[in-house]
């Protein structure tokens, strides 16, 4: 019981036509990418560059604090968020 549980919060009531979904979705989602030759970490780059641009050009102090910490956040959250859910399955699977 406590498997189906975990299995429909992480993936839905219905599994089949989740990952039927993703699946189509990032085959539409590479071959935009494939099109425009855009590599993925050329997307997160220009998009990061974006946001930094226009922090920088509401306010050059505020645009640095800002950028500071939107930087620390993305660093620590590529390693707390797969630790918690690490964890967080690692509970799941002891509870009955």
Do not use: C, H
């Amino acid at each position: 019981m406590a498997e189906d549980d975990l299995k429909s919060r992480m993936i839905g009531r219905r599994p089949a036509r989740t990952v039927l979904q993703l699946v189509v979705a990032s085959i539409f989602v590479g071959a935009a990418l494939a099109l425009f030759d855009i590599s993925p970490i050329r997307f997160w780059r220009g998009l990061f560059d974006g946001v930094k641009r226009l922090i920088s050009a509401i306010g050059e102090s505020f645009g640095e604090i800002v950028v500071n910490l939107a930087t620390y956040f993305l660093l620590g959250a590529a390693i707390v968020v797969p630790v918690w859910l690490i964890l967080r399955l690692l509970r799941a699977g002891r509870r009955k």
